[in-house]
């Protein structure tokens, strides 16, 4: 098999993200992996790019495994060999979901984090779908409690999460506005569902908040910033309002004055999705259901930024380190 793997941590970049890259991490042939006792080896068809990959690389993420690895946290394909305590079986397409791995011809995953794809789901889709839409669910259904008709803020809305956010908040009956930094990035919230849309660069979203609102504000605001936008959050919140912590892709931690949430009786309520694998894996499996019916009835759907042959990963992941990515960026095999 052949396998990117990482043999030395390589900061990110604005700039020329893939020459680092190319420098820290090769593309070359290595050993097939053996299936876990309760798990599987999966024939790679597709593999999803997400930002904690490129912190993984860059020796920043929780978790650091020993050189050389593979990184790769998302991907997709059909089982070549069962463990004897597996639930799979060979020639069963599934997506997983792990910390590393998915950048390779051939990965082991265990049961745990690996879930059966159907046949009308394509391999790129399977590969883009697992992590954002699961964060999103469990945000907004049973962090949240979304419901139909509240106002729904999303930040950061043109990104895989973001994408997502939008497009459950519409499932489930609720209008969304979405802010972004760009007119493309704009028309990409409208793509996924977004009612209305805000140009954070150009435009005080608090103030469009409100006035959207009739000066309500957002019933629920989803996060994935932090830092200012976090800030500016809590003050275009409604009334019992739910403000919904996802990551901070900002690069600073925000606090809040307690005095802010008391008086507007607001929730600020966390989520850490990959807690649920230990605390209540049998969550993650109902929530994989839920969103696999919100694609069978055309109400989610992943939107792909780029589609890239897996030898281009260095390429692929400068796009989201240099901030000119949307959406869902998928490599596959060929």
């Known amino acids: ?54 912190l993984l690389i860059a020796g920043k993420y929780q978790a650091n495994p020993p050189f050389p690895f593979v990184p790769g946290m998302e991907a997709a394909g059909t089982v070549v060999a069962v463990g004897p305590k597996s639930r799979h079986r060979i020639g069963q397409r599934v997506l997983t979901n792990g910390i590393w791995g998915g950048f390779a011809t051939r990965m082991a995953a265990r049961d745990m984090y690996t879930f059966a794809v159907p046949d009308a789901m394509s391999d790129v889709d399977a590969a883009a779908l697992h992590v954002i839409y699961q964060t999103s669910y469990m945000g907004l259904v049973y962090r ?11 930040h950061g809305g043109s990104g895989g999460v973001g994408t997502s956010a939008i497009q ?7 209008r969304v506005i979405a802010t972004a930094s760009s007119d ?23 103030q469009a908040v409100k006035d959207l609102t009739d000066g309500k504000g957002a019933d629920v605001i989803y996060d994935p910033v932090g830092g200012d936008v976090f800030d500016k959050s809590s003050r275009c919140i409604a009334f019992s309002g739910r403000l919904l912590v996802i990551g901070f892709a900002s690069g600073r931690i925000p606090e809040i004055a307690a005095n ?3 008086l507007k009786n607001i929730s ?3 989520l850490h999705w990959g807690n649920y694998y230990e605390k209540a894996p049998e969550l993650v499996q109902q929530t994989h259901l839920r969103v696999l019916e919100l694609y069978k009835n055309d109400k989610i759907r992943p939107l792909i930024c780029s589609e890239s ?26």
């Open 260 to 262: 802010r949430i008391l």
């Open 268 to 270: 600020v309520v966390g």
């Open 309 to 334: 042959p897996m030898d281009a990963l260095p390429e692929a992941l400068a796009q989201i380190a240099e901030r000119r990515s949307w959406g869902k960026l998928v490599v596959v095999n060929q």
């Open 1 to 54: 098999m052949k396998a990117w793997r990482v043999h030395k941590h390589g900061a990110m970049t604005k700039s020329d993200t893939a020459e680092m890259l190319r420098s820290v991490m090769r593309w070359e042939e290595c050993d097939d992996p053996t299936p876990p006792k309760d798990g599987v080896v999966i024939d790679v068809a597709a593999a999803g790019l997400n930002f904690p990959d490129l």
């Open 168 to 174: 459950i908040g519409k499932a489930l009956g609720a």
């Open 144 to 154: 949240c409690n979304l419901q139909e008709h509240e106002t729904l803020l999303v």
């Open 184 to 206: 493309e990035k704009l028309a990409v919230c409208r793509r996924a569902g977004a009612d209305e849309v805000i140009n954070y660069k150009e435009t005080d979203f608090v």
